[in-house]
């Protein structure tokens, strides 16, 4: 199932011309999820519009994001459900947070194996 949510996450970015996706796995050293899912927008209303996209994708496969915060300025969006947490970052913001320095020593997954182009 986590794949088939990944999945899902990652084809709603892809909609909205998200880009710049990692996926990491974090399950081995956090406890408060699995799998980071990291992508980037160009201005606050594509990261709105990701946002808003994934959890109506989501909805519709029965998954709930139990947390979400961002909207109200759409430079970092969170969503989080119970074994993912979503970061949508405006372009400037991730350059700034850098969280796959943070999470260096988790594992990367390759996105294209869910049929996606990761552009940078």
Not at 38 to 46: C, L
Request: charged share 30%.
């Amino acid at each position: 199932m986590i794949n088939k949510k990944i999945e899902i996450i990652l084809k709603a970015c892809e909609n909205k011309k998200g880009y710049n996706f990692t996926v990491l796995d974090v399950s081995k050293t956090s406890s408060i999820t699995d799998y980071f899912i990291i992508v980037s927008g160009n201005n606050e209303r594509q990261t709105a519009a990701i946002a808003e996209e994934i959890v109506e994708k989501c909805a519709q496969e029965e998954i709930d994001f139990y947390y979400k915060e961002g909207f109200d300025t759409a430079r970092w969006i969170l969503l989080e459900t119970d074994d993912i947490i979503v970061h949508i970052f405006h372009r400037d913001e991730r350059e700034i947070y850098d969280l796959e320095s943070l999470w260096y020593d988790n594992n990367s997954i390759d996105v294209e194996q869910y049929g996606i182009t990761n552009w940078k």
